[in-house]
């Protein structure tokens, strides 16, 4: 009779703990969905959208202005290869 007291009294144990964790769950669940939390998540995700928009755009930017030196890095040296041959070619008579 004890034994049958004692997983009576496990199972009741384990069913209110398992309702409150079930209930507890649940409200969370719902606050997480409610307008406020909503509008809260749609903000927190709009800024970090923005955040990320404008560090790409920082990104390009600074490849772009990189190509830019590149490239006129080499136009200069091309530049001076030429006057350096043509010079050569006047200097021999050519």
Known sequence: MFTRTVWFGAGLTVGAVGAVAGIVRLRSTARRYLPEAL???????????????????????AWVDERRRVVG????????????????L???GL
Request: charged share 45%; hydrophobic share 35%.
């Open 73 to 88: 890095e080499r136009r200069r040296t091309r530049s001076e290869v030429e006057a350096l041959l043509w010079s050569e």
């Open 39 to 61: 509008q809260e998540r749609a903000l927190e995700a709009a800024r970090r959208a923005g955040d990320e928009a404008r560090s790409l755009g920082d990104e390009s930017l």
């Open 90 to 92: 006047r200097g021999a």
